[in-house]
C-alpha cells in the first residue's frame, strides 16, 4: 500500500551555488520523533525549538495519522514556520518525526530540508538524520547506476534508496539491511509502517536520547527537547542501538557489530546546549570543568577580568574565574537578534557578523588585565574581531584562553568544519596565531586537561574514549569518500546537472 502524502513546500527555492561543488555533505542538525501522541506534531515542534541550535537553516516536519503522512518544511526558524495553528492542525498524526538543518555552506535549497519523504513499496518512508556518512557519495553512485533517482543532494537521501532497495522482509530489517552500509557519524529517526525507528552509529558519534510522556516516547538529539515538552528522560540511546516504538511498546536491538564508543567530544564543548545532559553529564557542567582545567593550566598573572565571550564561552568562563579566583564579569554583550556568526556563508559577511553580534561593555574592561574565554577558534575571525574591540574599549592587556585544543583537523561526522586549509590552527603555531588575533598571550586546554575534565583521567592515546578527530587527527571511521578526493560531476558521475 502506497500512503498519499501531502507535501506543502511554502519557501521559495533558493540555489546560490552548485550543489555539487563542495568535497562534503554539509549536515549539521538535530532530530526529534514522537510516537503515541494526539499531539505529536506540537510536540516536535516545541522540540525542534528547543533543538534550534543544532541547525538553523531549514526545519522540517512529517506527521503520520494513520493513513496519510503530512508534511510542512521549509527554510528559516522553527518559530516562524510552525507558530501558526492552521499548519500544526495541518500535521495530523499520532506519530511525526522532525528536523532541524544547519549548514555553513553548501546548498541551502528546499529539496535537502528533511525529513525526506518516499513512497517506497510498503508504502511512505520518511527519515531524518543528523551527522554525516563518510561513503555517502560512493554509495551515491553506484545506486545512481543501478537505476536510483536522487532529489537532493543530501547524503540522508542515500539512506532511502538503500531501504528502497533492501531485500529484507520488515522496515526495521531493511533499515537495519540499509544503515548496515553506511559510515559516519548518525543518528537517525524514522516513520513507516505506523513505526517510529531510532538509531545511533555504532560508535555513538551523533547523540540521541529516549524520553516519555503519558504513554508517548519521544526521540531527540539532547535532552533539552524533552524538557521542553515536559517529557521524562528515560536513557541515552546506546551505540549502535536502534529502537523500534509502535502501538505495542518499544523493541531494542544492536544490529551492528559492536564497536568503542566515540561520543563527539564537541558536543560537550560548543555544540550541545549547556543545559542538556548527554551521556549522563551535564553540558555545562563540563564546560565549567574545562574551564578550571583552562586555569589550572594556563593561569594569567596579574589578570583582573575573565570575560566570557557569550554565549558559548559563558560557562567556561565560569570555570575559569572560579578555579583562579578573578572575579568574572559580562564584559562583551552579545545581541541575539543574529544568527551564529559561523553560519553566514561569505568571509564578508562573517567579518560583518562579528560586528554586529558582540559590543564591548567599556565600564568593566577599560584599564583591565582582561582574560578572554572562548571555545574554540576555526578560522580566527572571531577571536581578532573581540581582541581588537576589547582594547578599543581601553583594555589594559586582552589575554585569549580557549576551552578546547587547537582544531587542526575537519570534522566529517556532523560537525561543519571548514577544509583544513582554512583552520588556523593547522597553518599556525599558537605563537603565530596570537600574534594573528593580536592577543598579548594566547592558551589552549590541552586535550589530556581536556579529557580529565569531562571525567577520564586522561586521554587513553590507543583508545580515545571520544571521538576528538578535529583536535588529535585520528578519524574513527573510515573517511571513504575524502580517500577519493572527488569533486564536482565526479560525485555523481553525472555530467551535466540541473541546479534548480
Ligand atoms: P572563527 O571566528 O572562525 O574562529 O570561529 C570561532 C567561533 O565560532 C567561536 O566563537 C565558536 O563559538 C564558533 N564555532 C566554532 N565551531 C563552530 C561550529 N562548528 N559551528 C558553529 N560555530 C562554531
Known sequence: MTFPFDQDLISPQIHTKDPYEDDKFHEECGVFGVYGSEDAATFTALGLHA??????????????????????????????????ASVIAKLKGHAAIGHNRYSTSGEPALRNVQPMYADLDFGGFAVAHNGNLTNAHTLRRELVKRGSIFQSTSDTETIVHLVAVSRKKTIAERLIDATKQVKGGYAIIACAGDQVFGLRDPNGIRPLV???????????????????????????????????????????????????????????IYFARPDSFMD???????????????????PV?????????????????????????????????????VGRTFIEPTDKIRHLGVRLKHNANRKFIEGKSVVLVDDSIVRG????????????????????RISSPPTIK???????????SELLASQKSVQEICEHIKADSLAYISIDGLYKAVGETGRNNKKPQYCDACFSGQ????????????????????????KA
Open 51 to 84: 533543538l534550534q541550535h543544532r541547525g538553523q537553516e531549514a526545519c522540517g516536519i512529517v506527521a503520520y495519522d494513520g493513513t496519510h503522512f503530512n508534511s510542512h518544511k521549509a527554510l528559516g526558524l522553527v518559530d516562524t514556520n510552525f507558530n501558526k
Open 210 to 268: 529516549l524520553g516519555k510522556i503519558g504513554d508517548a516516547h519521544i526521540l531527540a538529539s539532547e535532552t533539552c527537547a524533552l524538557d521542553i515538552i515536559g517529557a521524562d528522560f528515560v536513557r541515552d540511546i546506546q551505540p549502535g542501538e536502534m529502537v523500534t516504538i509502535d502501538d505495542k511498546g518499544i523493541v531494542t536491538q544492536f544490529p551492528f557489530k559492536k564497536a568503542e564508543s566515540k561520543l563527539c567530544i564537541f558536543e560537550y
Open 280 to 298: 549522563g553529564k551535564s553540558v555545562y557542567e563540563m564546560r565549567k570543568n574545562i574551564g578550571a582545567h583552562l586555569a589550572l593550566e594556563s
Open 301 to 337: 598573572q596579574g589578570a583582573e577580568i575573565v570575560v566570557p565571550v557569550p554565549d558559548s564561552g559563558v560557562p567556561s568562563a565560569i570555570g575559569y574565574a572560579n578555579a583562579s579566583g578573578v572575579p568574572f564579569d559580562l564584559g562583551i554583550i552579545r545581541n541575539h537578534y
Open 381 to 400: 575571525t572571531t577571536s581578532r574581531k573581540i581582541v581588537e574591540m576589547v582594547r578599543a574599549a581601553g583594555a589594559r592587556e586582552v589575554h585569549m
Open 410 to 420: 575537519s570534522c566529517f561526522y556532523g560537525i561543519d568544519t571548514p577544509s583544513s
Open 475 to 498: 578519524y574513527p571511521v573510515e573517511l571513504t569518500d575524502h580517500a577519493k578526493n572527488w569533486t564536482g560531476a565526479e560525485i555523481t558521475g553525472l555530467k551535466e546537472r540541473n
